[in-house]
């Protein structure tokens, strides 16, 4: 029985390019990946936004209405529904003027109980130590 | 000898990660490692079959065909990305598998390196 | 940890690189990052050189830009693809994109 981490570091812009809502699908992946592994063995998967990527998490997205997609945020509240760790570099929202009012911070009105984490950019790095790999995207 | 899980976003035109890890998945496997090679998003052109080979343009048809042929290359598209694309199983190469994202996840579990390429 | 990173850019992930700690950081520039090791914008080499790290260029990609390993910056050593499978299975424990 062992459990493998993926922490998956989320930098690029959203909507342009197809990176960071790659990134959510595929860490909610983790969910199912049981099917194909040894009972026990677990692959557990975490989200940080970091520069840039910050923006992703950004309320109010309306990507739906517009062209028809799913919203960035709309996967990031999914993540927390599925009680996965999240995490918000908070000097890069600061360095964007932005604060926990502006940003997805729980799934509640789903049903989720998990919250996402604002925190220092040290804490990311340790997410990134602690994992066995990284994805950035 | 170890195991190399490579995932990647990138196109096969438009971009040369894709043909970044090709040759890198090349070199692995002729020191005997085992590689895994996912694509999602834009990767999954790669998964289409009938390509021509123009020099303006990456063809990595061959080069793939012979790594899957060293039985330590295992090549598997994202199925809904590459739906998305309107690339069904009756286009895929001969070799290729098209499995949900958890396969990569999977993949991941037991590889010494994971070397993924978030983006063009 | 010990970490290799794959750096395929030259306008974009510095900020990023320079925010990474690692007890042994191995950087290997491929695509659009090879320029870090030969450019001179403005006379200064890439700031990127002056990181606390191993630096590698991948010698198909700068040759393929009209590079030469004669141009390289004196801190980065000229590899090859199955230099860069070693030294990602040796020396590191983890390989990051960016």
Redesign the interface.
Known sequence: MATKKLAFIVRSLPYKTEASRLALTHAIASQTVEIYLNDGDLVEASVSYVGDGVLNCLKGQQGMKHYGITTIEGHAKNSLLLDMRVLICKEDLDKFGLTEDNILMDAEDIGGETKANVVSYGEIQKEMDAATHILVC | MGKLTIGTFSSLVGSLSLDFSVKLAEAAVKKGHKVDFWMSGNATMLAKKGQKAFKDYSFLAKPIQELIATGNFQICACEACAEARGYHKEDCPDGFIRKSMDWYLASTFDADRVLHIGGD | ?K?AV?M?DYRNGI??ID???AESLGIIL??NGVYHAAVKEGGKTSSLLDKKANFYALT??FETRGITAANLDSRVKAV???D???I??NDYE?????
């Open positions: 940890m970490l794959l395929s900020d990023m925010r990474l700690s491929v695509g198909e990609d090859n693809y199955g860069v499978v070693d990602i299975f983890k390989v990051v994109w960016i």
